[in-house]
């Protein structure tokens, strides 16, 4: 039968259900669905269709994924994100145009833990009149910004400043120097300053300089501040003051940090990968994913299946 299935290019599970619908119910379950529809035990219910489209239209801006995870940890609905994806299409609440496919710029490094290897850079940030320049410390195993700084200047003093709060934040300066992170960081003039660099010699910090060229060896934090710009600082027209301006990407980085989803790390926020958090919110997930089945198969085998007449 397997060789007879790969002429037809049928999976061999599809025929054997088919097999089965037909000794259980005869021909006429092999094509009338309506008449089998009540008897699967996986269907989604009714009222989990609605609270995943109510939840969408009210999260618009949240991508399929995205929108299961969310879900599943404010106890809306406990689906597959695949699931999610065909309730909304349904519902023509799916784009039909995908999004090109952008060069991924993460990953090059590999970490196991946090505080294994952390990431800094600056990027400029518009302000009227001025200058301003954002520096971040960002932590390479969760994408959690340990700190960062809205400056008018970019020198190392001032890498020098951040990473050294950084270190304090994280409780790193009274640790060995193995438990110390790495630092990745481009080649710009700031960090390869004979005193910065002296600083981290003085507290054994690792510093691995990226190739020239090489973007992607740095592109956790390339793509934070990518993100940062793309959805908050270019969807304004322009910051008025520098202290508007602070307060403004505080409060963005805040949210990222400790409310949005990240699916570079198994959509979970930066700071529960970070503390510790992520393996019990994935686990729970998993668990209140099954109770749901278990729930649906339940209400799904109350309905006995039509009669075919």
Not at 7 to 27: D, E, N, S
Not at 201 to 210: A, L, Q, V
Request: glycine share 4%; charged share 30%; net charge positive.
């Amino acid at each position: 039968m397997s060789h007879v299935c790969r002429i037809l290019k049928l999976h061999p599970g599809r025929y054997y259900r088919w097999r089965r619908l037909f000794k259980a119910h005869g021909f006429e379950s092999l094509i009338n669905k309506k008449s089998r529809a009540h008897s699967c035990p996986h269907k989604l219910l009714e009222s989990e269709r609605q609270r995943i489209i109510d939840y969408a239209l009210k999260y618009p801006d949240l991508r399929h994924r995205k929108l299961c995870y969310a879900m599943q940890d404010d106890g809306v609905a406990y689906v597959s994100p695949s699931t999610v994806y065909r309730v909304l299409k349904d519902k023509g609440l799916i784009s039909q145009y995908e999004l090109p496919k952008k060069r991924s710029v993460d990953g090059s490094v590999k970490v196991k833990k946090p505080n294994d290897v952390w990431h800094i850079d600056i990027t400029y940030i518009p302000v009227a009149q001025r200058h301003a320049y954002l520096i971040t410390v960002l932590d390479g195993y969760s994408r959690y910004p340990v700190h960062h700084e809205l400056s008018q200047t970019m020198t190392a003093d001032d890498m020098e400043g951040v990473m050294s709060r950084a270190l304090a934040k994280a409780e790193l300066f009274e640790v060995p120097a193995a438990e110390r992170p790495a630092l990745v960081s481009d080649n710009g003039t700031q960090l390869v300053a004979n005193s910065f660099q002296k600083f981290l010699n003085t507290w054994d910090i690792e510093h691995r300089r990226i190739a020239v060229r090489h973007p992607e060896s740095n592109g956790k934090i390339e793509v934070f501040h990518k993100t940062i710009k793309y959805e908050r600082v270019y969807v304004k027209e322009q910051y008025e003051t520098f202290y508007e301006a602070r307060d403004d990407l505080d409060e963005f980085i805040r949210y990222y940090a400790e409310e949005r989803l990240h699916q570079g790390i198994g959509f979970v926020t930066p700071e529960s990968r970070y503390n510790g958090k992520a393996e019990k919110i994935v686990s729970r997930r998993k668990q209140n994913h099954q109770k749901a089945i278990e729930q649906r198969k339940q209400k799904n085998r109350m309905h006995k299946p039509q009669q075919v007449a």
